[in-house]
């Protein structure tokens, strides 16, 4: 009500909000403390990668150091001034859904600006703080030779990417990007710093790797194992949609293939362009290595191809590559399938119905669709056991899968307000299909899940129990599920409110766009 009559009476929205929790902020001495009336507050609601994310919060807070983090932390928690005001905490912002890593009504904490990236070379560590892009990961290490397992799009945030599992180039090598963490640098509800590792609080160390950081405190550091390596092979290959039944019979044998050639990597995606007016087939190709078209890609380089960037070059370049359309508002959906050739060509004209179908709901040509294909196969888990285990569950799967990401990006609220639930409709009849091929894995990448889809319900009971036993040891008060409403929380799963709606909790998505165009213009 009040922002609606600030709105009409002309006033910024959130001038007419409280906001002495804001100013406790800056009192407890932190210098970033940005209001809805500046260009800086702008700039960062734009840097959300999905416009459904950009919220309009009280104000952003940027803490610059681990310190810092801890005055956040006790104002926002203790302070008399935020006793009611609700947070949420940002890294990369690469999140699509509205209300997992912003919020309306609230404080926005923002860590982008602790993205240091130290090397150290003797203990093969490399330091990371949460708010850095894996872009400047690898320009940091890249220059020196060496990497660590990260995002395949330079813009996407360390922090969220991490802590949800991150599946990267080298996980047939080397176990989620999540099982190359040496230790967590954590500020608790209590103001508390701990670190996490496998000598020191080896419960959340585990719990991280997977159980989203948003349970258990905010990450202020990364200590990843690093490594040397030289240049990558790889790129981006297009192909006609008439190649269809080819790479999908080329993607089930590479995906039973993994295990032979770890050092590859593959990912296939039927992706509908406005340039093409037309769905065409995208491929990324990879060798860590840096060896030009090994014997493993023999299939899928048989298959003629539209165009091509395939070459050898740094990971940093490789990756800048894979970077995605920014600007739209973004719908995803994840499930996982065993390795089928049946499912997969399934969910490829499945996913056809779906663009035919909201062609003819929208005369608006300017959309993109995704429907992404990565091998999950066993041996990804067997290295993940071999680093100390993580809470995703998928050791106990005994079956070599497929990851889909099936995902719309459009360009406005009410054509998203269309889109979710058609997308949803069309994710629900392929994981039905999935189903009644026995061939559906209940597991799902909790970094691709929509809001509602539970993703830390599916690791597995003993799983969750991890998760929540660490959660109520690091913050008994519950205040990261409560105070903190955002993220996939642990408290909500086996709960009927495991599925958040986020038009419920957030507000009206049409109200938010016309308080953002406002704050743009000024
Ligand atoms: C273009 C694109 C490419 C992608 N590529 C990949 C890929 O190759 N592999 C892959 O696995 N995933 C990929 N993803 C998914 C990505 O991993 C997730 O979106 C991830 O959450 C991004 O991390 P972030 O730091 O940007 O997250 P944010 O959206 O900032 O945060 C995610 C969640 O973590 C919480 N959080 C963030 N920082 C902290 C912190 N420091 N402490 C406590 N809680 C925190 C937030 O509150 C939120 O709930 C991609 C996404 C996009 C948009
Ligand atoms: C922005 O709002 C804050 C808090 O209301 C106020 O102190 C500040 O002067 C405003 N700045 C500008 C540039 O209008
Ligand atoms: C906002 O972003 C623009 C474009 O990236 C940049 O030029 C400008 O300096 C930024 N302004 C502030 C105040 O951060
Ligand atoms: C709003 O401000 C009043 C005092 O002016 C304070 O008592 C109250 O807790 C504040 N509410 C929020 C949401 O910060
Ligand atoms: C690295 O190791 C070498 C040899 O053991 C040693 O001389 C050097 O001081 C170490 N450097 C650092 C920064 O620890
Ligand atoms: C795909 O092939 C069909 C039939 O050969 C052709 O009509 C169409 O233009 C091609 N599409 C692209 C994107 O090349
Ligand atoms: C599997 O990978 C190995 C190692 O790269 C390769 O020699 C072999 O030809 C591959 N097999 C298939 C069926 O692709
Ligand atoms: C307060 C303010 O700037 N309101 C403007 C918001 O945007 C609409 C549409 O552009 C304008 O009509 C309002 O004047």
């Not at 080896?202 to 240049?231: C, E």
């Not at 196969?377 to 290295?383: I, K, L, M, N, Q």
């Not at 109520?472 to 495991?498: C, L, N, R, W």
């Amino acid at each position: 009500m009040l922002k609606l009559a600030a709105i009409l009476l002309g006033l910024p929205a959130v001038l007419a909000q409280n906001s002495t929790c804001c100013q406790a902020l800056q009192n407890a001495g932190l210098a970033h403390v940005l209001y809805p009336n500046t260009t800086e507050y702008a700039n960062r609601t734009v840097s959300y990668w999905s416009v459904s994310a950009q919220l309009s919060p009280y104000c952003i807070v940027q803490p610059t150091c681990t310190s810092e983090v801890v005055k956040v932390v006790n104002t926002l928690i203790r302070g008399e001034s935020c006793s009611s005001t609700k947070f949420a905490v940002r890294s990369g912002g690469h999140t699509v859904w509205a209300g997992s890593n912003n919020i309306n009504d609230g404080v926005t904490v923002d860590l982008g600006l602790m993205k240091d990236v130290t090397l150290d070379k003797n203990a093969s560590v490399a330091s990371i703080g949460p708010g850095a892009r894996w872009l400047n990961v690898y320009a940091a290490l890249d220059p020196d030779g060496w990497t660590v397992p990260g995002g395949r799009a330079g813009s996407v945030g360390v922090a969220g990417f991490l802590t949800g599992g991150g599946n990267s180039f080298f996980t047939a090598r080397k176990g989620f990007a999540c099982d190359n963490v040496k230790n967590f640098e954590l500020v608790t509800a209590s103001g508390e710093v701990v670190n996490a590792n496998a000598d020191e609080n080896p419960d959340l160390w585990q719990a991280l790797k997977g159980g989203s950081a948003a349970n258990f405190g905010i990450v202020t550091r990364f200590d990843m194992f690093a490594f040397q390596t030289g240049n990558l092979w790889g790129g981006t290959a297009t192909y006609n949609k008439s190649a269809t039944a080819d790479q999908i019979a080329a993607y089930v044998k590479w995906t039973d293939n993994v295990s032979n050639y770890p050092d590859g990597s593959s990912i296939i995606f039927w992706s509908y362009l406005p340039v093409m007016s037309d769905i065409v087939i995208l491929a990324a190709y990879e060798d860590t290595q840096g060896n030009e078209a090994p014997v493993g890609f023999d299939d899928f380089m048989a298959i003629p191809r539209i165009a091509d960037t395939l070459r050898i070059d740094s990971h940093k370049a490789l990756t800048d590559e894979l970077e995605q359309a920014t600007g739209y508002r973004d719908v995803w959906f994840t499930m996982t399938f065993a390795n089928n050739a049946e499912i997969f060509t399934k969910i490829v004209e499945l996913n056809e119905a779906f663009v035919n179908e909201w062609k003819s709901q929208t005369n608006d040509p300017d959309f993109i669709t995704q429907c992404m294909f990565q091998a999950i196969p066993t041996v990804f888990s067997v290295h993940s056991v071999e680093r100390g285990g993580n809470v995703m569950g998928l050791d106990s799967e005994d079956r070599n899968g497929i990851m889909l990401l099936f995902d719309i990006a459009v360009k406005t609220a009410e054509e998203e307000a269309i889109a979710r639930p058609l997308l949803r409709s069309y994710g629900e009849q392929m994981q039905e299909f999935a189903t009644s091929r026995d061939g559906l894995i209940s597991w799902k990448f909790l970094n691709y899940a929509d809001s509602y889809q539970n993703p830390l319900a599916s690791y597995g009971s003993a799983n969750v129990e991890k998760i929540r036993a660490a959660a109520k040891k690091f913050d008994p008060e519950g205040v990261f599920q409560t105070k903190a409403p955002g993220g996939f929380k642990i408290s909500k799963v086996g709960t009927e409110e495991s599925g958040v709606e986020t038009d419920k909790l957030f507000g009206s998505v049409g109200e938010e766009t016309k308080t953002l165009a406002n704050l743009s213009d000024a």
